[in-house]
Each structure stands twice: as structure tokens, then as C-alpha cells.
């Protein structure tokens, strides 16, 4: 990236991060326990295709949808609930609501830990998102996609392919446009790198966690904001725990039932702390502050760069499958800041003492948020891009029964790679030379094979040299079944109602 690059790219921050650019929404700074929604850029980049070029490949790792709490942060819910109706108080201003407030869960054997209806929506919505921006899939077709094997992941993957299918009538043909979703174990400790949660397989990973960084900012605004907090009642008093609950259930309470009370009840500098704790712990946990996290993350970036660099329609290493030109991969929180360190973003900065993030308080310049990331639903993709050498003319003459090829369709069309993350395009460190700050294809296989190099082998940094099924590979996208990743194959339902 050029300076003047950089610089735009600061200027765009600064914009965003002082609030110029739009109305505060505590929402899009709610880390984890923010709905979906488009980052804003940090580049200055639209995301776009650019007009000469087309996508002919594409793949996305993403964190499942919206969903309810888990068990524990619940119990955390629960607790606020119990203290809040066993004690004799008087509320005014901003919680005034709190004696009558009641956790947003009201199946408590079927719904925490599992998508809620925001999540399934939100999965379809991408499906069909999907499909009409890259229509790499012709009518017909079937779909596959993959997914880590937690049922909230393999959910979501299942409305993602419903969305991604819903067109047209197959009813007299259910053969034919079908989804089948690939899974594999979940957060296990024998699959290695040949996972889409592959962090659970390093033993060195817990190492170079230093996530509780974030708990220690957390205690330097927590208590600060109960004792504003406190002079709205009488009778009972907040703790910093309490409000940690409370801004959680900002997110999540929006995202289950629509109910947004909580997210009035803090201040805006409030909710920027929030944030900064969350990107502190995904910073330091699993992101490009743990060194043993682009390790993590390579295996997969590695995968689909071997696939970029053999076109769409083909496979790679001798596999027996050929994934879709769309490539799907269904995940946790955790495992999207790994991809990040692999590819090397959001750790630099021309500007002094943005990284490593400080634990005394937020940048404003810095680009790493969690809320960009690991909002539900987030993702991270790579897209191949096809392109002609000059712009398409502003005039086109039609020879009859002659069908004009699209940008980037010509036998001479260069190829090309950019990053988007949850929409934002986002340019590799010193690989943006192409349209739009994208990575030229060749370019971009070097640079993956640089930043691998840099991240260490998993087999080597992980301390498993004396396991003899240990892989560094990952290979479930052209290898079905997967001896290592253990794959199975799961059908999607048809999304017809019938008879009864």
C-alpha cells in the first residue's frame, strides 16, 4: 500500500471512529454480541466489483448467525433477573424498565446456544445475498457448502443453503437444486489442521493466549459506570459485574426480541470501552496478538489460494472432489481473528503506537475491532477477480446473434485477489497493485506462500512432531470423505411444504 494510500486510509478511520460519518449505534460496537452489519470502510475502497472485472471464485469463513446465549453467560442473565425481583427498590430514568424486565428466553430447554430467528434470517439473507452478487451457480445446480459440527454452525450453514437455492420450482425434480452441508468435529484435538477449528488441535495456541488483558481493562470502567448507574435507584446497587451483563444484553437482547432498552441505558464513551475489552480479548486471545494464531490460520488461507491459483472447476493435490466455485466455511467467533493474523492485516500502521493494542485505553486509529469481525454472522472472504487491461467502453456496438463478452470473461483477462471483511474491502500490506487495491493472482500465491513461512508450519509450532497423524494441510474441500477431518455429508431439506 502506497503512503498516500495509508493515509486516505486514515483519514477514513479518523472520520468513522470520531462519529462524522453517522449517528452513534451502540450495536455496530457491541464486539460479539453485535447483529450483522456491514463494517465500515478503512480503506476508502468501494466494495463493488470493480466495473472491469467479474468474480470467477470466492471463499468465505464465517462465524455462525444471531443466536441465544450460551449456558453460562444465561446463568449471568438469570443472576441479574434474580437480584433485580428479590430486592425492594425504586428505579427512574434510563431504568425504569428494570422491574419489570425479564431474560428473552422463554423455551429454556431448546433455545440458548442455538440460533435464534435473527440468526436463521440472517444466514438466508447471505444465501441469496450471495447468489445474486457473484451468480456463480447455474439453476439446477446443486450447492455445497461446509461446516465446523456444533449444531448453531451446521444450522446456520443450512439456511445459508436454503437462501442460496431459493429459486425456481424443483418439486417434480428433487434431484436438482439441492444443498448438502459437509461437517466435520467440532473444537476437537485429532483433527488438526485439517479443520475449520483447528486452534483446539495446537497445544502451544493456550500459550500465547493473553486475552485476559481484557478483563483488566474491563476493571478500569466497569465500576466507574455502576456508580453513575447507581444514583438511578434506591435500594439496590449495580455492581461492575451487573454491568457487564447489561451491555451484553444490548446485542442480544435486540437480536432474540427487538427489545433495545438496554442499549439506551449507557453512554457512548460507555460503549466504546465495551468494544475495546472485546477487541482486546480477540486481539490477544486469537488474533494477531497470540503468536501461535496465524499458525491457526493458515492452513485454510493456504487452501484457498491452492484453489484460486487452479481456477474454478478444478481440484488440487490429486483430490476426488471439485468444490463449487463458492466455498463456504461455517465457524466460530474464535476462529475468523486467525485468518486475520494469517493474512497479515490489522496488525500495522504508519501511525506510531497503534499495535500492538494498548491496554490503558483504545485508538482511535486502529483498525482491528471486533465489531468489524466477530459480529454474528461476521466473515471474512477472498474473492478472485477476472479482469480486462483497460475500462469497458462507454460505447458498445451489437452484431446481430452476437452475445458481447462481460467484463473480465476474455481469454486475456487478468487475474486478481481482494479481501473483504464483513463487506469492507480491506488491501494485503504491499500487494494492491491491481484494480481497486486488489493483489494480482501471482502475486497473491507468493504472498500466501511468505506469510506461511512467517506463521511457521502447524505441525512444527504446535509441538505435535511425535503424533504420527498430525497434518499441516487442509484438504476438505477437495477430498471427500476427509481421512483426518473425519467428514460426513448431510442433506438439506427441501423447503417445499407438503401433505399431512
Known sequence: ?????????????????????????????????????????????????????????????????????????????????????????????????????????????????????????????????????????????????????????????????????????????????????????????????????????????????TSSKAGDFRATYQGKIAARLNRFLDGLALSAADIGVMQDLCGFQAEVSGDTRFCEVFEDSEWLDYEYAHDLNYYYGSGPGNPFSATTGVPWVKAVADLFVAGPGATRNGGNFVPPALVMSFTHDNNLPSIVSALGLWNTSVLPDVYPLSTK????????RSSYLVSFRGYVSLERLSCDADDRPKTVKHTADQLELGPGEGADAAKYVRVRINNAVVPLPGCASGPESSCPLASFEEYVRTRAAVAGDFVQRCGLQGVGNATSELDIFTHFPSVIGQTSMLLVPLPYATAV
Open 1 to 209: 500500500m502506497t503512503f498516500r494510500t495509508s493515509l486516505l486510509a486514515f483519514l477514513v478511520v479518523f472520520a468513522t471512529s470520531s462519529g462524522v460519518s453517522a449517528a452513534f449505534d451502540p450495536l455496530h460496537h457491541s464486539g460479539p454480541a453485535s447483529p450483522y452489519f456491514d463494517a465500515a470502510s478503512q480503506s476508502g475502497i468501494s466494495p463493488s466489483t470493480p466495473a472491469r472485472c467479474s468474480v470467477d471464485q470466492a471463499a468465505y469463513i464465517l462465524r455462525h448467525g444471531s443466536r441465544y446465549p450460551e449456558p453460562g453467560s444465561f446463568a449471568g442473565w438469570q443472576a441479574l433477573f434474580t437480584k433485580l425481583q428479590n430486592a425492594t427498590y425504586t428505579a427512574k430514568g434510563p431504568l425504569a424498565f428494570l422491574p419489570s424486565w425479564v431474560p428473552p428466553v422463554d423455551d429454556i430447554p431448546h433455545q440458548p446456544l442455538f440460533l435464534s430467528s435473527t440468526g436463521s434470517g440472517e444466514a438466508f439473507d447471505l444465501g441469496v445475498e450471495l447468489r445474486k452478487r457473484y451468480q456463480l451457480t447455474k439453476g439446477g445446480d446443486n450447492f455445497t457448502v461446509w461446516s465446523a459440527g456444533q449444531q448453531r454452525c451446521v444450522d446456520t450453514a443450512t439456511y445459508f443453503t436454503l437462501g442460496y437455492l431459493t429459486q425456481g420450482n424443483y418439486v417434480a425434480s428433487p434431484n436438482s437444486n439441492r444443498g448438502h452441508v459437509i461437517t466435520m468435529p467440532d473444537s476437537v484435538n485429532f483433527t488438526f489442521a485439517d479443520s475449520l477449528t483447528p486452534s483446539a488441535a495446537c497445544p502451544a495456541y493456550k500459550s500465547g493466549d
Open 361 to 368: 485505553g483504545p485508538n482511535p486509529h486502529r483498525a482491528f
